[in-house]
């Protein structure tokens, strides 16, 4: 069986306007590839999103109106970031969030079209570095991609930029491949995720209730 860490890997990450992919809109996408361990390229766009960005998201991300003001809309660079998304195994740091965003907006943007990348697929599970971070850094306080990064000896500069943390993101699921404790085939890998997932939710449910 070949590793996945052979297979093409595409890190995604998203920067928006909120944390509601329904309501809220992508104002940058970054697209960063990778095999065996090695970063392939990287891209990057930023996305008018057709609403003013709130000053606090502002503050996670530093994109402001102006950065935007001039750039195309999700639907005008939507054949684009699809194309670089095709034959990889789909990945995003907390995939959920970058998952729920780039449904949501394809979907709004091509309502219509069937043929997607592995990313756009309903049936397509994401790598989750996230999902290894709580599982292999149990004991670490946070989580936060800079600080697994810095654990780990990845260099993340310009946090909450997309292509920045993208690029750290995919170098920390390379890190953890390292890792006897994760698979080294795509479906144990997926498997495994998916088991740790449920397991963290179950145990972050259950400390909510008792907080309550």
């Known amino acids: ?65 102006e ?6 809309l999700f639907a005008d660079v939507c054949q684009e970031i699809l194309a670089a998304l095709e034959g990889a195994i789909p990945a995003a740091y907390n995939a959920a969030f970058d998952r729920g965003f780039m449904h949501a907006e394809v979907q709004r943007a091509l309502p219509h079209e069937r043929v997607m990348p592995p990313a756009l697929r309903k049936d397509v599970e994401w790598l989750d570095p996230l999902v290894w ?29 997309a292509t920045a943390d993208a690029e750290a993101a995919l170098k920390v699921m390379y890190k953890f491949a390292e890792d006897p404790r994760v698979p080294s085939t795509y479906g144990a890998l997926i498997r495994e995720q998916l088991r740790l997932g449920r397991a963290q939710e179950e145990a972050r449910q259950m400390w909510r209730n008792r907080s309550g």
Do not use: C, F, Y
């Open 133 to 161: 971070a709580r599982h292999i850094q149990a004991t670490a306080k946070s989580r936060a991609l800079g600080d697994v990064a810095a654990r780990l000896g990845v260099e993340l500069d310009h946090a909450h930029r």
């Open 1 to 65: 069986m070949v590793p996945w860490a052979d297979h093409a890997v595409v890190m995604l990450d998203t920067e928006t306007t909120g944390r509601d992919p329904q309501n809220d809109r992508v104002v940058e996408v970054a697209v960063v590839p990778g095999r065996r361990g090695e970063v392939i390229s990287r891209d990057a766009w930023l996305i008018n999103p057709g609403r003013p960005i709130p000053a606090e998201t502002t503050a996670v991300h530093g994109i402001k109106d």
């Open 67 to 72: 950065d935007v003001k001039d750039k195309p």
